[in-house]
Nanobody, 131 residues
Framework: QVQLVETGGGLVQAGDSLRLSCAAS????????MGWFRQAPGKEREFVTA???????????YSADSVKGRFTISRDNAKNTIYLQMNSLKPEDTAVYYC?????????????????????WGQGTQVTVSS
C-alpha cells in the first residue's frame, strides 16, 4: 500500500503564491506518476498537473490550460515528494487540492489526466483565494 500526505494549503489573497507538498510512503516504485487534482464545491474533481518519471531519471510534466504559466510541479526523488508551486493565484483556484499517485506507467510521455488513471489519493488540503 501507499500513503500520500499533503501539506501546505491555506487562505491567501488573489495574486499571492502558495506551495503544496505531497509525500508518498509505502510500496513506491522507480516508475510512475504523481499529480494534483482539485475539487471546488458543487463541481467534479479536475486535473491540475502531473509529473511522470522513469527509472532512468527522466521526467515529463503536463498541466491543465487553466494553470499553465502559473503552477509548477516538481519532484524530489530522494524524499518521494512532489511539490505544487502556485503563483498568481486567482479566486477561481479555490478548491480542495488532492494529491494522486500511480506506480505503473506505460510510457514516460503518457498523460494521466483522469481520476481513474490513479490508484492512490491523499486526504486533500483546502486552498482558498480571496479577491
Amino acid at each position: 500500500q501507499v500513503q500520500l500526505v499533503e501539506t501546505g494549503g491555506g487562505l491567501v489573497q488573489a495574486g499571492d503564491s502558495l506551495r503544496l507538498s505531497c509525500a508518498a510512503s509505502g510500496r513506491t516504485t522507480s516508475r510512475g506518476a504523481m499529480g494534483w487534482f482539485r475539487q471546488a464545491p458543487g463541481k467534479e474533481r479536475e486535473f491540475v498537473t502531473a509529473i511522470n518519471w522513469n527509472g532512468g531519471g527522466s521526467t515529463n510534466t503536463y498541466s491543465a490550460d487553466s494553470v499553465k504559466g502559473r503552477f509548477t510541479i516538481s519532484r524530489d526523488n530522494a524524499k518521494n515528494t512532489i511539490y505544487l508551486q502556485m503563483n498568481s493565484l486567482k479566486p477561481e483556484d479555490t478548491a480542495v487540492y488532492y494529491c494522486a499517485a500511480v506506480f505503473r506507467l506505460t510510457t514516460l510521455m503518457s498523460r494521466q489526466t483522469a481520476v481513474r488513471d490513479y490508484d492512490y489519493w491523499g486526504q486533500g488540503t483546502q486552498v482558498t483565494v480571496s479577491s
